[in-house]
């Protein structure tokens, strides 16, 4: 099973909601990331969290805030987002951070902010 | 910082071509190179990972290869089919800091037409 899921598929949220999004995966993965793409864009790297523990934050503002409540569970918790923050969100998942491990993304979270 | 680039940015070929996808980096300092598929408005599908140290690595019909040195990859897509219609993302893994970061390049829209 390579199989990395996210919830929901879309999610429509006016700037001052609250919603999370949800990444899993059962492949014994103790990498997960997530990313942000925008439309014709490629994915940029927002999050890594290497064994439940935050390793990167690219200097993400404080309304996405991630968490990790076990190995095979990632949350972002989205706060007063703002418009241009509507992307598709990926989730991705890789064996570790090692070098030799290859990346398993997600179908991602399709994000409109109004 | 890392640039990869990809050319070129839109390809149409009739079905049963083969065709050459090109990928170029300007930091050689790689520890890896993933080739992705991806569908307009779905997840990343993983098609090959070349380690820094292999020269290519085949998966059917798709071989993908790596000049570390000069900064270029290709992806040779052979008898081409119209369900191979797609962006292709071509990213590299370089280390940043105590941590590895993948950089993707914007990706070249493909078309098949039958």
């Known amino acids: 099973d390579t199989e990395v899921t996210q919830t929901p598929k879309h999610l429509v949220m006016g700037m001052t909601n609250k919603k999370s999004l949800k990444c899993e995966q059962h492949?014994?993965?103790?990498?997960m990331y997530w990313y942000k793409q925008k439309a014709k864009k490629p994915p940029e790297l927002m999050f890594v969290y290497s064994y439940e523990k935050l390793s990167i934050n690219e200097s993400v503002p404080s309304r996405f805030s991630p968490e990790c409540p076990n190995s095979s569970l990632l949350n972002l918790h989205l706060h007063a987002l703002q418009p241009e923050d509507s992307a598709l969100y990926l989730c991705?998942?890789?064996?570790?951070?090692?070098?030799?491990?290859?990346?398993?993304f997600g179908p991602g979270t399709r994000l409109t902010v109004t | 910082k890392q640039e990869v680039t990809q050319i070129p940015a839109a390809l149409s070929v009739p079905e049963g071509e083969n065709l050459v996808l090109n990928c170029s980096f300007t930091?050689?300092?790689?520890?890896?190179l993933q080739w992705f598929r991806q569908d307009p408005g779905k997840g990343l599908t993983s098609l090959l990972l070349i380690q820094s140290s292999q020269r290519e690595q085949t998966s059917g019909r798709l071989n993908a290869s790596l000049d570390k040195s000069s900064g270029r990859s290709t992806l040779y897509i052979a008898a081409s089919q119209p369900g191979d219609s797609a962006t292709y993302l071509c990213a590299v893994l370089n280390s940043g800091g105590s941590n590895y970061k993948l950089t993707f390049g914007k990706g070249t829209l493909l078309t098949v037409n039958p």
């Open positions: 492949m014994g993965h103790r990498a």
């Open positions: 930091d050689s300092a790689i520890y890896n």
């Open positions: 991705a998942s890789s064996q570790t951070t090692g070098t030799q491990y290859e990346q398993y």
